[in-house]
């Protein structure tokens, strides 16, 4: 039995420790682990907690039926890889033990602890890496080069592209960027800044619903599912304000806006929170700021980002049962646009039921979608 281990702190795991844990598997490994591990002494903790980096490895290597995790790694105290060895030795009797390391580890492998009981018991696969020489010599470790195409991926260009809320698709699996999106990792804390700005468990709850339906829908439909996640933590964030309050945001950035959005709360949240959303919390992705802006009452012209919020909004698991909306659930299963324009139509009903006037910019999305429809038909 040969047995290779990638350590690191897989925050978040990437396509470069999955294309060297298949590379050593190409080498002869009968089973690679995956053993994220805590911080080591020099280096900045990470990111996402030891949990979440646990469940995203899994994520990653849910299809490899050769690639297993080990928490072996996230043990307290300091980890070095001589005790990890040690460890695995017990776990796993008589078998062949490789560590993998990337090109650039390769110089520093005689400064490793204890290095003459780990040389003598563990082998090391060695990742080629961009600019790294794999020629360099170790006396008495025992050294073998994988094939793996030179690793240019890291955990640093990933947190980069989620930074502006993509998705990562060329550097990260994509289980791996829909759990990071569903659990808002690598992005502010937004939870507390729902808080701060005064709103109440029940509204946080139901944020963290449209959250999951929205990244649910933007994986569906094609959207970014990084977008989708913060355009939804953030789009009730002025809900708590009075009306005066958001009357004051809107004019403090110069936003014009008609009447029949001014003057209700209701409608007003939205644009208002969009303006929280860039000057406040320094979001600057204009079509997530859009689809905060318009998640009341929609517009004409949505794009699919907007959508997803606008119905997301709508039908989240914990809305409070009302009239169609598990037909609305249904529909947008197979068509979002239908969803959006059943629940504007829904909306309307409710309006005119309760004696109202209809926001005219939402007829006149709902024009527009009914058209589109019938073209479409
Ligand atoms: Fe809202
Ligand atoms: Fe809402």
């Known amino acids: 039995m040969h047995i290779g281990i990638l350590g690191g702190m897989m925050d978040p795991i990437h396509i470069g420790h999955m294309n060297a844990a298949r590379a050593a598997l190409r ?9 994220p591990c805590q911080a080591p002494a020099h280096r900045a903790a990470p990111v996402a907690s030891a949990e979440a980096r646990v469940d995203m490895c899994r994520l990653a290597a849910a299809k490899e039926n050769k690639i297993k995790v080990s928490t072996v790694d996230l043990r307290e105290g300091p980890c070095y ?14 078998a062949e ?12 492998l005689p400064c490793w ?3 003459e009981y780990l040389f003598a018991h563990c082998g090391f696969l060695v990742c080629p890496r961009t600019f790294s020489d794999v020629s360099i010599q170790v006396p ?3 050294i073998r080069i994988l094939d793996a195409e030179a690793i240019t991926a890291s955990s640093g260009q990933v947190v980069a592209a ?5 998705d990562a698709a060329d550097l990260l699996p994509h289980d791996v960027s829909r759990y990071i999106a569903l659990h808002g990792l690598y992005q502010p804390d937004y939870t507390s800044a729902l808080s701060r700005f005064g709103l109440s468990g029940s509204r946080v709850q139901h944020t963290l619903g449209v959250r999951e339906t929205a990244v649910d829908l933007a994986d569906r439909f094609g959207a970014r599912m990084q ?7 953030l789009h009730d964030i002025a809900k708590a304000m009075p009306l005066t309050e958001m009357q004051d945001v809107v004019s403090r950035w110069d936003l014009a806006l008609p009447d029949e959005i001014l003057k209700s709360g209701n409608l007003l949240h939205g644009p208002a929170g969009a ?9 600057l992705d204009p079509e997530i700021l859009s689809a905060i802006a318009c998640h009341t009452v929609g517009k004409p012209g949505m794009s699919k980002l907007e959508k997803i919020l606008f119905i997301a909004d709508a039908i989240e698991p914990n809305r409070r049962p009302y009239p169609g909306l598990e037909e609305l659930r249904q529909l947008v299963q197979t068509d979002l646009d239908a969803a959006v324009l059943a629940s504007m139509r829904r909306t309307r009903e409710y309006v005119l039921s309760k004696g109202g006037r209809f926001c005219t910019i939402t007829e006149a999305a709902m024009q527009e979608l009914a058209a589109q429809k019938e073209e479409n038909a």
């Open 162 to 166: 989620l930074h502006t809320y993509h």
């Open 275 to 283: 303006a929280i959303a860039e000057h406040e919390l320094g979001v």
């Open 140 to 142: 008495d470790a025992r």
């Open 227 to 233: 977008a989708a996640a913060v355009a939804a933590m």
């Open 97 to 108: 033990l490789w560590w993998i390391i990337g090109a650039d580890k390769l110089p520093t």
């Open 113 to 115: 602890r204890d290095k």
């Open 27 to 35: 080498a002869g490994m009968d089973t690679v682990l995956i053993a």
């Open 81 to 94: 890889t001589a005790d990890t060895i040690r460890i695995l030795q017990d776990q796993y009797p008589g």
